[in-house]
């Protein structure tokens, strides 16, 4: 089944819908697909590694690697303006002795003989500088859980563009229209093992399009296609709706006066603020302990959100590997915020070790990397009528925190943001800076989340292709506050 936002309404034919029409993981099950040659290579490094530290005294060792086989091609207006395939793949290698840690990063080409060389010579390399290292005493070595598989293979499949095709495929429809994104698709994979044993490998065929349709020097709508299996109905529905949206965006845009606005926020409006809370917000123990988190009041119980608001986190229903950086498996679900109040904290093993907490499995961190928000009861043909008369946004970007400690954020409208009265599109506004406490507006001023969640790729590429992503309903909210 594929999703698109579900917040269309009769009156703008799709105007909520320029986020996103992605096909999320429908099944995380282990499958019996054959061995990769990257594959084959890890399986033999972690062999040869085991051999050869096993002769070095009281020594432990992990190794961490991702890769992938991308295409890449950006567009400028309806054109293809760089383009090419991507084969790359990193190692982190580390060994653990005397209460000390030492770390090196290296190319991993997925050819054994020509992996065990560099591999040798960095072990070789840490060996010397262990002893000269400080004592860390919140050193975690590898160990196995009697709670978790120590050996996991998870391995999909999915249809993607011939990269011979993807150029024609996506220009086709858009011809003659201000077409500007990124297409990277491709296989990815993660990989984990430790001298304890621990032996994990995760690899998926996945692509994502993030787009934009421009409509004069101010006018752009925002669109997203994500997957493990490309379809052309789906494009031609979303880039029809993202026209529809440009459409409504051609009328002059009108300058709304600072101040506070009844406001409802799309699900990619909603995955921006997350995002944000996600990087930053301090959801992890160690952020709490250290006094930077924005929810120290409420996991110490001295407040509380609205009980319409739940954040968890759901590896069922988002593609990517459940381990961790130490090899652990984190839970399938864990609630971080439920009905308002505060479940858990992400914790990792140093964490755990430092401030006598136990694990559950966050990453080095201890950031979401499987968020979900759940939805509430508003249907999406209510949603321009229960709010009335304010602002509907789309997109917002910028944000950061104006005040972390008291919960303070801020940020921009961006795409496809729209002033409505009694229901009823009025007109496109000029970009406006929100500046609001996460207290209030996830707290009293939270009305109601949709019923439907939209799937939100993370659209990454910085370093390597981001897998996963966020399910997101849209939410409406009273007298969010409009500063600039």
Same mark, same amino acid.
């Given at each position: +089944? ?51 530290? *096993? ?69 070789? &390399? ?21 709670? /978790? ?18 150029? /024609? ?26 001298? +304890? ?8 065929? *996945? ?31 979303? %880039? ?9 965006? /051609? ?25 944000? %809370? ?11 302990? &250290? ?18 608001? *739940? ?6 229903? %988002? ?10 498996? *984190? ?7 439920? &009905? ?71 940020? +921009? ?11 009823? %599109? ?59």
């Amino acid at each position: +089944m594929t999703l698109q936002e579900a917040d269309y309404s009769q009156q703008v034919g799709a105007v909520v819908g320029v986020a996103a029409r992605q096909t999320p993981p429908k099944n995380l099950s282990r499958q019996a697909f054959p061995v990769s040659a990257e594959e084959a290579a890890f399986q033999q490094l972690v062999e040869a590694l085991g051999d050869h530290v *096993s002769a070095l005294s009281e020594t432990a060792f992990t190794v961490a690697i991702s890769g992938e086989e991308s295409q890449f091609t950006r567009f400028n207006s309806a054109r293809v303006r760089q383009t090419g395939q991507v084969k790359d793949g990193q190692m982190r290698l580390t060994l653990m002795g005397s209460d000390r840690t030492a770390a090196v990063t290296l190319p991993f080409c997925g050819d054994f003989s020509a992996d065990w060389p560099l591999v040798q010579a960095a072990i070789a &390399q840490l060996t010397a500088e262990l002893p000269l290292l400080p004592v860390d005493p919140y050193l975690v070595r590898p160990t196995l859980s009697q709670h /978790s598989n120590p050996q996991t293979r998870e391995v999909h499949s999915g249809r993607l563009l011939p990269h011979t095709a993807v150029a /024609s495929t996506l220009l086709s429809p858009v011809q003659g229209l201000d077409f500007s994104g990124l297409y990277a698709g491709g296989r990815a994979y993660r990989a984990y093992a430790d001298s +304890m044993g621990k032996r994990h490998w995760f690899e998926t065929p *996945s692509f994502t399009l993030d787009y934009s349709l421009f409509g004069g020097s101010t006018q752009a709508v925002k669109g997203t296609l994500a997957g493990r299996h490309w379809s052309e109905p789906d494009y031609l529905r979303d %880039i029809a709706a993202t026209q529809a949206q440009l459409k409504l965006l /051609s009328q002059p845009a009108i300058s709304v006066p600072r101040g506070c606005y009844r406001t409802y926020l799309a699900p990619a409006a909603v995955a921006d603020i997350i995002d944000t %809370i996600i990087w930053g917000g301090g959801l992890g123990e160690a952020a709490l302990r &250290q006094g930077s988190s924005a929810f120290e009041k409420l996991e110490q119980g001295r407040s509380q959100l609205s009980e319409k608001f *739940s954040l968890g986190e759901d590896f069922q229903r %988002i593609g990517l590997p459940r381990f961790n950086d130490s090899g652990e498996m *984190s839970p399938a679900q864990l609630p971080i915020i439920q &009905q308002g109040r505060w479940a858990n904290a992400l914790v990792n093993s140093r964490s755990a070790k430092e401030y006598g907490k136990r694990s559950n499995g966050a990453n080095q961190d201890e950031s979401m990397r499987a968020p979900t928000v759940a939805p509430g009861q508003l249907s999406a043909e209510d949603i321009l009528s229960t709010l009335g008369t304010g602002l509907y946004v789309s997109n917002l970007h910028y944000l950061n925190w104006s005040d972390l400690s008291a919960g303070r954020m801020t940020g +921009m409208t961006r795409y496809a943001c729209f002033w409505v009265e009694a229901g009823e %599109i009025v007109a496109p506004i000029e970009n406006l800076r929100f500046d609001d406490n996460l207290y209030r507006f996830l707290g009293e001023g939270l009305i109601d989340l949709t019923c439907q969640q939209t799937f939100l790729p993370a659209v990454g590429t910085y370093d390597r292709r981001s897998l996963g992503g966020m399910w997101m309903p849209g939410m409406l909210i009273d007298q969010f506050r409009y500063t600039l």
